[in-house]
């Protein structure tokens, strides 16, 4: 079965560090895209990045760059999404998302991680 | 301020049809496949419809999806309770580089 699982829940204060990761499982993990979605509380959903694991090349919405790193560790098929410096405004559930290999859909969803950052 | 317009909700009754549409642009849905999001309360968003009219395995032929020039279409008949969800279109949009995602729609089944 095709699976991402994602690393639990964080709660973290504005200015601090963080990394969550997604690990797939039961498909070849350098043959699809693996990318990020911002979901905020209540709101609808927003991509924020993606990235091919084959050769680390990672690809930013314009909202979001500069402001998070994606990265990809294949020897473990994982990737992950940082941050230098919390804010706030950060608070939302982040679903890692894989990208079918001849379409831009996001075929297989991660459960989410929640990530709260109080001020 | 989402680059493609959807309804904020829908409702229709058990074993009705409903039809949930995503308005955009010539740099994005005019000239990208549309994709439509499924997301169940609670639970993390699944891809229904790609590449604006194929389902993905598993998904019922009680969902489908259309593309008309800058808009696209999510069909759903013989509704269920089970239905209730919010549902999201999403593209590329070439000006933006940058995915592009609808509001989201609140399906009620009455």
Redesign the interface.
Known sequence: EVELVQSGAEVKEAGESLRISCRGSGYTFTNNWIGW?RQMPGK????VGSIDPSDSYPNF???FRGRVIISVDKSISSAYLQWSSLKASDTAIY?CVRR?AK?????V????TVVTVSS | Q?VLTQPPSVSAAPGQKVAISCSGTSSNIGN??V?W?QQLPGT????LI??NDKR?SGVPDRFSGSKSGTSATLGITGLQSGDEADY?C???DTS????A????TKLTVL
Do not use: C, I, M, R
């Open positions: 979605v609808g959903l927003q991509w919405s314009p909202s679903y079918h379409s831009e859909t996001f075929d969803w991660g459960q989410g | 989402s990208n496949y994709s999001y993390a968003p699944k891809v790609y590449d993905p999201y999403g593209t590329w933006l580089s940058d995915v995602f609808g509001g989201g």
